[in-house]
């Protein structure tokens, strides 16, 4: 069971990536997903998700209206395009698969391996 991160790399402001995350031993259909990030120096937070009952996005607001999670079921395959990237969007990219408790918080139950992202001004 694991999730494989890929995609990351090096881009100047303003351009564009599109991270991946491949499951395997496990069904993407039956957790709620999101991209978790930790900056140099930072802690580790939460920056999208979508719940496994009725798809709904949410988004942090650092990221909202730059960046789209998505997945593809029968690829077994999530993503996050990230657009119009800035240099405070430098950061270690770890997808997660999990579940929602009382109060709307996901819990990861998997971890990607984390995918680099540098973004250069």
């Known amino acids: 069971v694991q999730l494989q991160a890929s995609g990351g790399g090096s881009v100047q402001a303003g351009g564009s990536l599109k991270l991946s995350c491949q499951a395997s031993g496990f069904s993407l259909d039956d957790y709620s997903l999101g991209w978790f990030r930790q900056a140099p120096g930072k802690g580790r937070e939460l920056i999208s998700c979508v719940t496994r009952s009725d798809d709904n996005t949410w988004y942090a607001d650092s990221v909202r209206g730059r960046f789209t999670i998505s997945r593809d079921t029968s690829k077994k395959t999530m993503y996050l395009q990230m657009n119009s990237l800035k240099p405070d969007d430098t950061a270690v990219y770890y997808c997660?698969?999990?579940?929602?408790?009382?109060?709307?918080?996901?819990?990861?139950?998997?971890w990607g391996q984390g995918t680099l992202v540098t973004v250069s001004s």
């Open positions: 997660i698969a999990g579940g929602i408790r009382k109060g709307g918080e996901i819990v990861p139950t998997y």
